[in-house]
């Protein structure tokens, strides 16, 4: 799969405690801002690179898709969440974050993770995406020749 660098939200960033993606979306300057889901919907494609831990069984794992006025995501608005089951963060699998069309009204989008329990950990790649692709992606061990 071909990912355009602009909608990387971040690239194998391991999240060990409460933290933004390292990248955010930059939605410009221009007013009124882009219509997120204005004839498609988008959504956060979560990738999982190394699954989260559930040592002590009580690890929790929140994916907030948050905007902000400010390019390092600093004071947020939260515009959905999803709580993702440990079970379903394994590496390899790859979870969505949908997009609320016509809700971005600033210029930065990213994610913020929100880790709870004693030690939540895991290590993830994430990127805007339309929804349609959804069902298009595949994960193939590595060496795998697709023909």
Known sequence: MYLDKENLLCDAQA???DANTTNAFD????????????GESMCVAIQVDVA???TTANETYLFN???????DLSAPDI???RTIVYSDLTAGAIQYLMIPPKAVTKRYLGVAFD?????????ATMWITSTRFID??????????VS
């Open 15 to 17: 999240f060990t405690a």
């Open 27 to 38: 939605n410009g300057s221009s007013t009124p801002k882009i219509d997120f889901g204005a």
């Open 52 to 54: 989260a831990d559930y």
């Open 65 to 71: 898709f948050i905007q902000s006025a400010n390019a």
């Open 79 to 81: 515009l959905t969440g």
């Open 115 to 123: 880790g709870g329990g004693t030690t939540p950990t895991i290590t």
């Open 136 to 145: 298009a992606i595949r994960n193939y061990p590595s060496g795998f020749v």
